[in-house]
């Protein structure tokens, strides 16, 4: 059987199914971590990754090719999801909508998994007030060729900044 008719698992999380498929295609090659792999790892780490992005509409960055791959972002729910994703409409100065997953349990988040989002991405706002932000998140992601270091320096840099105005 190729990698392609590979037959998905089915896992029980919390009372829900949750289907990876394709679940022994490669992520991280050089480990040999599969996706099957991610999924439980994201399901080990549930309790906190859920705490920072329940009740919150995310982008999905979609690595479904595995890590070394080009990802590319989705902002729209997909078609077909489980009945347990919840979505959020967003709504843009262009006049524009977006339907937002919106993932608030160890299922959910199994799920998004699947669709290869390793990174996870919630807006500031609540599902059910997505016009006025509950919180400030700084995104120092490094560009390429930026040393890690840099990124640590500019991190100390913006606490001492926020420290200087109570927000810390």
């Known amino acids: 059987m190729s990698k392609e008719d590979e037959a998905p698992i089915v896992l029980s999380v919390a009372g829900r199914e949750v289907k990876v498929t394709h679940p022994s295609k490669v992520y991280f090659a050089t480990a040999q971590v599969t996706k099957l792999d991610v999924v439980r790892y994201f399901l080990a780490v549930a309790d906190g990754a859920v705490r920072g ?27 077909g999801r489980p009945d347990f994703i ?18 608030d349990d160890p299922a ?17 706002v609540r599902s059910g007030d997505v016009d006025h932000p509950d919180e400030l998140r700084i995104d120092l992601d490094p560009g390429p060729g930026v040393p890690w270091a840099d990124v640590r320096k500019v991190a100390l840099e913006v606490r001492a900044l926020l420290a200087e105005h109570g927000m810390v």
């Open 108 to 124: 959910g988040l199994a799920w998004v998994a699947n669709l290869g989002c390793m990174e996870l991405h919630p807006h500031p």
């Open 86 to 103: 919840r979505t959020a409409t967003l709504y843009f100065p262009s006049g524009r909508t977006a339907e937002e997953v919106v993932v």
């Open 53 to 79: 992005i329940r009740d919150r509409p995310l982008v999905l960055k979609r690595f479904v090719d595995g890590a070394d791959a080009t990802p590319f972002y989705q902002k729209r729910a997909p078609k």
